[in-house]
C-alpha cells in the first residue's frame, strides 16, 4: 500500500480519475485508518429484536440487499419499518405500462410483502432517479427518524453507484446531524455494487428460501434482472469467504457504522469524489 501512496500527484490523479468510484475513499480511508476497514469482521447468525428502519430507494432493493436479514428481523419479532424513496417509474421493461400503471404496479408488489409479513411501511412519492437532498427531503428524513427512534439504520452502501442509492446516503448524513443519533449503528447493505471491506456478516443459511420468497413479489424488475440467481451467487460467495468454504451456505455482507463514524466517512467520501472529479450530479456534490 505505501507504492500506492508514494506515486506522483499526476499518476495519483489518473489512477483516481477513471476506477470504479470506491477506489477513492478506499484509498482516503486507509490513509486515515477509518474504523471501517479495519480486518476484524463481527459474524452473527443470531440478530437482536430492535426497532429497524430499512430504507429502499427503489421498491426491491430491501430484498436484494438484506432479504434474508429482514426475515431474520421478523422471526425474533423486530419492530419493522420500509422506507421506500421513490416510486420505481422507470423500470427497464414496462411491458406496454403507461407511467401511472408502472407506478401502482411497482407499488403494490411492495404492499404485498408488508401485508404478508405485517411490515410498516411509508412510500414517499419521489420520481425514480430524482431522488434530491433538498431541505425538504431532508426534514421529511428527520420525521421519520422521530417518530420511528430506531436503533438501527439499513440503506444501501454509500459504495453503491447508483444515483438514488447515494443520494439515500446525502439525505441520512444530513437529517443524522440534527437528530440526536448518538445510540444508532448504520448499515450499508449491497444492491448493485459490492462493498469493498465489509465488517458485518450475517449467516442467511437458513433464511435463503424466506429471501427467495421475499423477492419473488418483485415480479416486474424480476422480469429483466434474475436477481434471484445475483444473490444465490453472492450470498454463497460470502458464506464461503467469511464462514466456511467446506459446506454450502449462504450470508449477507454489510458495512455497520455507529452514526458519528457513518458520518464522518460519509463525509471523507463525499471530500474525496469532488476532488477528483467524480461525474456525480452537481446538486449532490455542492
Same mark, same amino acid.
Given at each position: 500500500m505505501s507504492r500506492i501512496f508514494s506515486l506522483g500527484s499526476?499518476?495519483?490523479k489518473r489512477i483516481l480519475r477513471y476506477p470504479p468510484p470506491e477506489i477513492i475513499p478506499?484509498?482516503?480511508l486507509l490513509r486515515s485508518r477509518g474504523k471501517c476497514l479495519k480486518r476484524n469482521i463481527s459474524v452473527?447468525?443470531?440478530l437482536p429484536a430492535e426497532s429497524i428502519l430499512i430504507i429502499a430507494p427503489h421498491p426491491d432493493d430491501e430484498a436484494i440487499g438484506m432479504g434474508g436479514t429482514l426475515g431474520m428481523h421478523l422471526d425474533v419479532q423486530s419492530q419493522v419499518t420500509v422506507l421506500y424513496m421513490t416510486d420505481g417509474r422507470y423500470e427497464i421493461s414496462k411491458n406496454g405500462l403507461s407511467t401511472i400503471d408502472m407506478i401502482n404496479v411497482r407499488r403494490k408488489e411492495a404492499e404485498s410483502i408488508g401485508e404478508k409479513y405485517h411490515i410498516n411501511q411509508l412510500f414517499w412519492k419521489v420520481e425514480d432517479t430524482c431522488l434530491a437532498n433538498d431541505d425538504d427531503t431532508i426534514s421529511e428524513m428527520i420525521k421519520v427518524l422521530k417518530d420511528i427512534r430506531p436503533k438501527i439504520i439499513y440503506l444501501p452502501s454509500f459504495f453503491d453507484y447508483h444515483y438514488d442509492h447515494f443520494t439515500a446516503n446525502r439525505i441520512l448524513a444530513e437529517a443524522l446531524k440534527k437528530t440526536s443519533s448518538s445510540l &444508532?449503528? &448504520? &448499515?450499508?447493505?449491497?444492491?448493485?455494487?459490492n462493498i469493498p471491506y465489509p465488517n458485518y456478516v450475517v449467516d442467511i443459511s437458513t433464511h435463503f428460501e424466506r429471501?427467495?420468497?421475499i423477492l419473488s413479489h418483485y415480479a416486474t424488475p424480476l422480469k429483466v434482472r434474475d436477481y434471484i440467481k445475483l444473490c444465490k451467487y453472492r450470498n454463497m460467495l460470502y458464506y464461503a469467504?467469511? &464462514?466456511?468454504?467446506?459446506i454450502e451456505g449462504y450470508a449477507e455482507a454489510f458495512c455497520c457504522l455507529d452514526s458519528e463514524t457513518y458520518q464522518n466517512v460519509y463525509n471523507d467520501y463525499l471530500y474525496a469524489l469532488r476532488e477528483f472529479g467524480s461525474n456525480l450530479p452537481l446538486h449532490i456534490m455542492v
Open positions: 499526476r499518476v495519483k478506499l484509498i482516503k452473527v447468525s443470531t &444508532i449503528n &448504520i &448499515i450499508g447493505y449491497e444492491v448493485r455494487d429471501k427467495k420468497e469467504l467469511y &464462514i466456511n468454504r467446506e
